[in-house]
């Protein structure tokens, strides 16, 4: 088995493909260098590798070998030797698994420095200054990354070598007199070296290695071995990482951007990441090394002037200071882009002047960026419709869907602070200053806002949990601002006005002092900051042409038909503008809630008589017609399925002492009777009592008059060429013969309204089947119903046995211990659940094999159970007004899926 990789002036032995085995970083290196664009030369030790040494603990025979043959190849190229105390060669060695886990693994940088290569670079270099601010670095990561986390060496006195190292910076800095770190001279540097190498003794117990091999290779096991560390294990969990993938090594040629001010450093992005506009978007630093830009150091410069801010307005840009190389890695990015076909993220180091690429790879993006990318590369053809569709994710979606802080309320508040905006949206929360806080906080429901001084891999939980990010330092390129990206988190960084003190649990800004608990309202697309709440609005998606644009590629794609569920006419005209095309689910209970109708409807519940009963239920009638004129209407010329009355009646009747005085007297009862009569339908499992289609057997007038509104409506709107198409749905049908009753009963009125108007109008019956029953006996249903419509939610209530409102009590524990991978009443449980709707279509459908089938429920607006539905053949899912945007993406993706298999 090959190990080792090499890529070097213009050929590699790797490809862009080879992500598997070359992890992200070293198969993009290999691809870069394959299209003559200058990457330094080196070599990537696979992720099989990595496995390998992290089952067994050794090395296999001959790698060593190999891992020399390369280091050769290196030498060869570069005229340097490894080790060599005239002119030494030196390199980094740097980790990169198949999918970029941001700051999660390690880096090594200026591996080979020692004792006796020192004095050969100072020579070579005539630069002492660099060698010692290199070989400080050196110490730094080595001993953080080498000697203390993959030992698993926990420092004495609690703190990490890498802070006590940076402590004795500081304190040179402040001795000196200086700011920055290019501030230091040589002496300077010189002298820290020393005084590293004198901690890392006393704190880690072991001498700094002053031989290469034994950097080299405690390198490469360090980042190996950093696969299986803490933090890469909770990141792989949160963000559903298989185990055995593994991190590719690489082992790279150092170029310096810390030679003096011709050198630099950046990274950038090939367009906005936050915006989607395609403009070349970065940071840069002069004289720096490394993480110098993301690690918040200093501020880091604008590339151009389209990364200007008015903070960064003064600051210098790469394309005026460095108009050359600038247009060099202008001309890199265009490259970039039309190779990769796709957004890229990269890392470039400046050497006295010559341009060096370091990284490639797909940029992360939030949603509007996403869309907005996705729609333009198609326009100009560098993508089709399908890849375009593909690319933007539900989630990305649903993320420009969501609220922004409302101006208006923006205008009068007064700012706290301001930061970089690193995450657009706004959110309202509560102050919180650790990641377990946030995460504590929002488990016991509160809205947060996780508030650092930055942020760190190690706080990635509470950074999920937090509704947003603000930061005390750092860049839009920083730790906080890309995983707040990745996730379209609102988030603020580099906000250098707030003073944070985390064990008073409080911060300062100016002279304000918040505390813990305290709410801040941050507008992240403005990177502004202001206490209190403001209130926030949901974006106005009709002006959003690259959202229009979109949804029509998708529409274009999907076969999936997309309805909604509603009740109300606005909430109609709502889904309509979504794109729904019909209502899946009308439920008719909640038109009786009305005040104006609720006593009414009481009446009827109460009432003793069947004759009673049919007196007060036509008192609902009117108003009911006019219901469904109105969602007919709002919908027309989509179909509207109209469900009968559905919940267990005592839900209507459950009074306090006023309501039912007033009942009574209403009734003419006495209060006896009607306590009486509330305790007869009081029922033990009303899930499983008295509901649904039983209720319209048992009162078969509850049918006859939701009927007759619904006919009356239909027969009104045709007569005045409104163009309608009413299905009316049985609920709860477990038996043939429960339907044929209330179809019955249904057919008979809607003769009635068609000869007592003579109007003729078409309809549809049909049933919603969520009982397993149901799905046992679909062929039985299916010869008398015109369509299915999936009740997913009870479905899934009644297959599992899990009652829907009560299964928060045990759910957690469900998860935790691994019983279920998630909520079914969220994600349809396909094996299962889905196993009996697949039967129910196959059997419903060998009858009647132009039967409607569709589903409402929860599962309608969720992703993973969409592509189940459009897998298994069903003609629509209804879903939430909001979520009908999602669905119709979802379906669209559900659809390539199929056409790939
Ligand atoms: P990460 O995946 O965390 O970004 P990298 O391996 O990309 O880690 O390295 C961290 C930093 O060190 C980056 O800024 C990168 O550009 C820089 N770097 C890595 N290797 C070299 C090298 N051979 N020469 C100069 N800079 C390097
Ligand atoms: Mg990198
Ligand atoms: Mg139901």
Same mark, same amino acid.
Request: glycine share 8%; aromatic share 6%; proline share 5%.
């Given at each position: 088995?090959?190990n080792?990789y090499?890529f070097?002036?213009?050929?590699a032995e790797g490809a862009a493909e080879q992500k598997n085995t070359l992890g992200g970083k070293g198969a993009n290196l290999a691809e870069m260098t394959n299209l003559?664009?200058?990457v330094?030369?080196g070599f990537t030790l696979t992720t099989n590798l990595c496995m390998d040494y992290l089952d067994?603990?050794?090395?296999?025979?001959?790698?060593?070998?190999?891992?020399?043959?390369?280091?050769?190849?290196?030498?060869?190229?570069?005229?340097?030797?490894?080790?060599?105390?005239?002119?030494?060669?030196?390199?980094s060695i740097r980790s990169g698994a198949r999918q970029s886990m941001p700051g999660m693994m390690e880096t090594v940088?200026?591996?080979?420095?020692?004792?006796?290569?020192?004095?050969?670079?100072?020579?070579?270099?005539?630069?002492?200054?660099?060698?010692?601010?290199?070989?400080?670095?050196?110490?730094?990561?080595?001993?953080?990354v080498?000697?203390?986390k993959s030992?698993?060496?926990?420092?004495?006195?609690?703190?990490?070598?890498?802070?006590?190292?940076?402590?004795?910076?500081?304190?040179?800095?402040?001795?000196?007199?200086?700011?920055?770190?290019?501030?230091?001279?040589?002496?300077?540097?010189?002298?820290?070296?020393?005084?590293?190498?004198?901690?890392?003794?006393?704190?880690?117990?072991?001498?700094?290695?002053?031989?290469?091999?034994?950097?080299?290779?405690?390198?490469i096991?360090a980042v190996f071995k950093s696969w299986a560390g803490k933090r890469a294990v909770s990141y792989r969990r949160i963000e559903n990482i298989p185990e055995d993938w593994g991190t590719a090594v690489n082992v790279q040629?150092?170029?310096?951007?810390?030679?003096?001010?011709?050198?630099?450093?950046?990274v950038a992005f090939t367009r906005?990441p936050a915006?989607g506009?395609?403009?070349?978007?970065?940071?840069?630093?002069?004289?720096?090394?490394g993480e110098?830009?993301v690690?918040?150091?200093?501020?880091?410069?604008?590339?151009?002037?389209?990364?200007?801010?008015?903070?960064?307005?003064?600051?210098?840009?790469?394309?005026?200071?460095?108009?050359?190389?600038?247009?060099?890695?202008?001309?890199?990015?265009?490259?970039l882009e039309?190779h990769y076909r796709d957004m890229q993220d990269i890392e470039?180091?400046?050497?006295?002047?010559?341009?060096?690429m370091l990284q490639t790879r797909v940029g992360k993006r939030n949603g509007?960026a996403a869309i907005?990318i996705a729609?333009?590369m198609?326009?100009?053809?560098?993508i089709?419709?399908?890849e375009a569709v593909a690319r933007v994710t539900p989630d990305q979606l649903d993320e420009?869907?969501?609220?922004?802080?409302?101006?208006?309320?923006?205008?009068?508040?007064?700012?706290?602070?301001?930061?970089?905006?690193a995450g657009?949206?706004?959110?309202?929360?509560?102050?919180?200053?650790?990641?377990?806080?946030?995460?504590?906080?929002?488990?016991?429901?509160?809205?947060?806002?996780?508030?650092?001084?930055?942020t760190s891999p190690e706080d990635v939980h509470g950074m999920h949990?937090?509704?947003?990010i603000?930061?005390?330092?750092?860049?839009v390129t920083s730790h906080a601002a890309l995983v707040a990206r990745g996730w379209g988190k609102?988030c603020?960084?580099?906000?250098?006005?707030?003073?944070?003190?985390?064990?008073?649990?409080?911060?300062?800004?100016?002279?304000?002092?918040? #505390?813990?608990?305290?709410?801040?309202? +941050? *507008?992240? @697309?403005?990177? !502004?900051?202001?206490?209190?709440?403001? %209130? &926030?609005? $949901?974006?106005?998606?009709?002006?959003?042409?690259?959202?229009?644009?979109?949804?029509?590629?998708?529409?274009?794609?999907?076969?999936?038909?997309?309805?909604?569920?509603?009740?109300?006419?606005?909430?109609?005209?709502?889904?309509?503008?979504?794109?729904?095309?019909?209502?899946?689910?009308?439920?008719?209970?909640?038109?009786?809630?009305?005040?104006?109708?609720?006593?009414?409807?009481?009446?009827?519940?109460?009432?003793?008589?069947?004759?009673?009963?049919?007196?007060?239920?036509?008192?609902?009638?009117?108003?009911?017609?006019?219901?469904?004129?109105?969602?007919?209407?709002?919908?027309?010329?989509?179909?509207?399925?109209?469900?009968?009355?559905?919940?267990?009646?005592?839900?209507?009747?459950?009074?306090?002492?006023?309501? #039912?005085?007033?009942?009574?007297?209403? +009734? *003419?009862? @006495?209060?006896? !009777?009607?306590?009486?009569?509330?305790? %007869? &339908?009081? $029922?033990?499992?009303?899930?499983?009592?008295?509901?649904?289609?039983?209720?319209?057997?048992?009162?078969?007038?509850?049918?006859?008059?939701?009927?007759?509104?619904?006919?009356?409506?239909?027969?009104?709107?045709?007569?005045?060429?409104?163009?309608?198409?009413?299905?009316?749905?049985?609920?709860?049908?477990?038996?043939?013969?429960?339907?044929?009753?209330?179809?019955?009963?249904?057919?008979?009125?809607?003769?009635?309204?068609?000869?007592?108007?003579?109007?003729?109008?078409?309809?549809?019956?049909?049933?919603?089947?969520?009982?397993?029953?149901?799905?046992?006996?679909?062929?039985?249903?299916?010869?008398?119903?015109?369509?299915?419509?999936?009740?997913?939610?009870?479905?899934?209530?009644?297959?599992?046995?899990?009652?829907?409102?009560?299964?928060?009590?045990?759910?957690?524990?469900?998860?935790?211990?691994?019983?279920?991978d998630r909520?079914?009443?969220?994600?349809?449980?396909?094996?299962?659940?889905?196993?009996?709707?697949?039967?129910?279509?196959?059997?419903?459908?060998?009858?009647?094999?132009?039967?409607?089938?569709?589903?409402?429920?929860?599962?309608?607006?969720?992703p993973d159970?969409?592509e189940?539905?459009?897998?298994?053949?069903?003609?629509?899912?209804?879903?939430?007004?909001?979520?009908?945007?999602?669905?119709?993406l979802a379906?669209?993706h559900?659809?390539l899926k199929?056409?790939r298999?």
């Open positions: 088995m090959k080792v090499f070097g002036v213009g050929k003559g664009i200058p330094p030369p067994h603990g050794v090395y296999p025979e001959g790698l060593d070998n190999e891992v020399q043959s390369a280091v050769k190849k290196i030498e060869a190229i570069m005229g340097q030797k490894f080790g060599d105390p005239d002119n030494p060669l030196l390199v940088l200026n591996v080979g420095l020692t004792k006796a290569t020192i004095p050969g670079l100072i020579k070579k270099t005539n630069n002492p200054r660099f060698v010692y601010d290199a070989y400080r670095r050196l110490i730094t990561m080595y001993s953080d080498v000697m203390e030992e698993g060496i926990k420092p004495v006195s609690g703190e990490a070598i890498r802070e006590q190292l940076e402590e004795i910076m500081d304190h040179m800095k402040n001795d000196r007199g200086v700011s920055v770190d290019i501030d230091l001279t040589a002496d300077d540097l010189k002298q820290l070296c020393e005084e590293f190498k004198e901690k890392v003794r006393d704190t880690l117990g072991s001498e700094f290695p002053d031989d290469p091999g034994t950097q080299l290779w405690g390198g096991s040629t150092m170029v310096f951007g810390n030679m003096g001010d011709n050198s630099a450093t950046g906005n915006t506009e395609n403009v070349f978007y970065g940071e840069w630093l002069i004289n720096a090394q110098d830009v690690a918040g150091i200093r501020t880091p410069y604008p590339l151009n002037s389209n990364t200007k801010t008015k903070d960064t307005d003064q600051l210098p840009a790469l394309d005026e200071l460095m108009p050359d190389v600038y247009d060099q890695l202008d001309a890199i990015r265009t490259k039309n470039f180091t400046i050497q006295d002047g010559k341009l060096w509007a907005r729609c333009e198609q326009s100009t053809d560098l089709t419709v399908e420009i869907m969501h609220s922004m802080v409302d101006p208006a309320s923006e205008t009068g508040a007064a700012l706290l602070a301001k930061g970089l905006p657009p949206g706004g959110a309202i929360g509560q102050i919180v200053f650790t990641a377990d806080a946030a995460e504590e906080w929002a488990k016991n429901g509160h809205d947060v806002i996780l508030v650092r001084n930055e949990a937090a509704k947003a603000l930061t005390a330092k750092g860049g609102c603020i960084v580099g906000c250098s006005a707030l003073q944070i003190n985390i064990s008073d649990k409080k911060m300062t800004v100016d002279d304000k002092i918040l #505390k813990e608990g305290d709410w801040l309202t +941050l *507008n992240g @697309s403005a990177g !502004k900051v202001y206490t209190g709440q403001l %209130d &926030l609005i $949901e974006p106005d998606l009709s002006t959003n042409e690259h959202y229009s644009k979109l949804m029509e590629m998708a529409d274009q794609i999907r076969k999936l038909g997309i309805r909604a569920n509603a009740e109300r006419p606005e909430d109609a005209m709502q889904a309509r503008d979504f794109g729904a095309k019909g209502i899946g689910l009308c439920r008719t209970e909640h038109m009786f809630f009305d005040p104006e109708r609720i006593l009414a409807v009481r009446e009827m519940i109460i009432a003793e008589s069947a004759e009673r009963r049919r007196e007060v239920i036509m008192k609902l009638l009117p108003f009911q017609r006019d219901d469904f004129k109105g969602i007919l209407s709002a919908m027309s010329p989509h179909p509207v399925t109209i469900r009968l009355l559905d919940p267990p009646l005592h839900e209507f009747i459950t009074l306090t002492d006023d309501q #039912k005085d007033e009942l009574a007297t209403e +009734l *003419n009862i @006495s209060i006896e !009777k009607l306590e009486n009569r509330i305790r %007869d &339908l009081e $029922e033990l499992n009303p899930m499983l009592g008295h509901r649904g289609c039983r209720l319209g057997i048992a009162y078969p007038e509850i049918t006859e008059m939701q009927s007759r509104a619904i006919f009356e409506a239909t027969a009104e709107l045709t007569a005045a060429d409104v163009s309608v198409a009413p299905e009316v749905m049985i609920p709860l049908v477990g038996m043939y013969k429960e339907y044929e009753h209330q179809v019955k009963i249904v057919r008979r009125i809607a003769d009635e309204v068609i000869s007592e108007t003579g109007t003729s109008f078409s309809y549809l019956v049909g049933t919603m089947i969520e009982l397993p029953r149901a799905c046992l006996t679909a062929d039985e249903i299916a010869k008398h119903a015109e369509f299915f419509s999936f009740g997913t939610n009870d479905l899934t209530q009644t297959t599992f046995g899990f009652s829907r409102d009560d299964i928060g009590s045990f759910l957690p524990q469900y998860i935790e211990g691994g019983i279920l909520d079914p009443f969220q994600s349809l449980d396909q094996t299962g659940v889905g196993q009996l709707i697949e039967m129910g279509v196959k059997k419903g459908r060998s009858v009647r094999n132009d039967l409607k089938i569709g589903i409402c429920g929860e599962h309608g607006g969720d159970s969409i189940f539905f459009n897998r298994i053949g069903l003609d629509y899912v209804s879903c939430s007004p909001f979520r009908v945007p999602i669905a119709r379906a669209a559900a659809q199929t056409q298999q």
